[in-house]
């Protein structure tokens, strides 16, 4: 019996989504919240709450689509740029047939090992497009598609009432 090759999945060979743990020791983790008159300051600090709550490692970002950090939660300084840049790639290689990202929020899912990752388009009222990348283990990927898809939802109301 022989098994097929399986070619890795192109967002795996920068290393996790989060900081490696040889560099977490030496390099701090971002926190960085919007302003606090930000109308989705709130949304991001509930999910934070919710990030600390998990067992695992976890990690979010809020970017918009080309990749300029709006909102940093446990990544280093040094993987942000990576990670949105990374999250642009893997919406892109979407597959077809979903909501129009320009119109309605659409999420992309990843899995590496036990990490999960899920990537919301969240729309924006000026015809932007943000990015919100989330990663947890500890958690199904089912529940955590859900849980960032309503964020990504309530941030895009968020952003068409301000």
């Known amino acids: 019996m022989t098994a097929e090759l399986v070619t890795p999945h192109i967002l795996a060979r920068g290393g996790s989504w989060i900081g490696r743990s040889s560099r977490r020791g030496r390099e701090p983790l971002l926190e960085q919240s919007p302003r606090p008159d930000s109308p989705v300051a709130g949304l991001w600090a509930s999910l934070v709450e919710v990030l600390a709550a998990i067992d695992g490692p976890s990690s979010a970002l809020l ?7 709006l909102a940093v939660h446990g990544l280093a300084r040094a993987d942000v740029a990576r990670v949105a840049r990374q999250s642009r790639a893997a919406f892109a290689a979407r597959t077809p047939g979903g909501p129009d990202p320009d119109h309605a929020v659409d999420t992309v899912e990843l899995t590496l090992g036990l990490l999960h990752t899920v990537i919301a388009s969240v729309p924006s009222p000026e015809g932007q497009r943000h990015l919100l990348t989330v990663t947890a283990q500890g958690v199904s990927v089912q529940v955590l598609e859900a849980w960032t898809r309503r964020l990504a939802d309530d941030i895009h109301q ?3 009432t301000a």
């Open 63 to 69: 970017a918009t689509a080309d990749g300029d950090a």
């Open 158 to 160: 968020a952003l068409s």
